[in-house]
């Protein structure tokens, strides 16, 4: 299994941004995915999570009312739309996977997961 981000850019502060998280996996409709993000000095903090049931999300309490996290099965993608962005949303965000199917408790445990991209840079600046 493996994952790969992208979308990361330089935005200003209150703009929008959409990450794309691509895995290959035969079964990933059946996986849930999460977003997590590590700031320069920062510990990693997890951003949100959407289970195999796409009804069934988690966020963060930074980023609720701000972020929406999706997926689209046919394209093995899962999405984080991005609105309202702060300078505290920098960092470089992450998506991993665990193969269960649904967001469990310690979802936000980067350290839970066995599978994780490599990352991309989302920096909010004017």
């Known amino acids: 299994v493996q994952l790969v981000e992208s979308g990361g850019d330089l935005v200003q502060p209150g703009g929008s941004l959409t990450l794309s998280c691509t895995v290959s996996a035969f079964t990933f409709d059946h996986f849930a995915i999460a977003w997590f993000r590590q700031a320069p000095g920062k510990e990693r903090e997890g951003v949100s999570c959407i289970g195999s049931d796409e009804r069934k999300t988690h966020y963060g309490d930074a980023v609720k009312g701000r972020f929406t996290i999706s997926r689209d099965n046919a394209k093995k993608t899962v999405y984080l739309r991005m609105n309202s962005l702060k300078s505290e949303d920098t960092g470089v965000y992450h998506c991993?996977?665990?193969?269960?199917?649904?967001?469990?408790?310690?979802?936000?445990?980067?350290?839970?997961?066995?599978?994780r991209g490599q990352g991309t840079q989302v920096t909010v600046s004017s």
């Open positions: 991993a996977t665990d193969l269960s199917g649904v967001c469990l408790p310690y979802w936000a445990t980067y350290d839970e997961y066995d599978y």
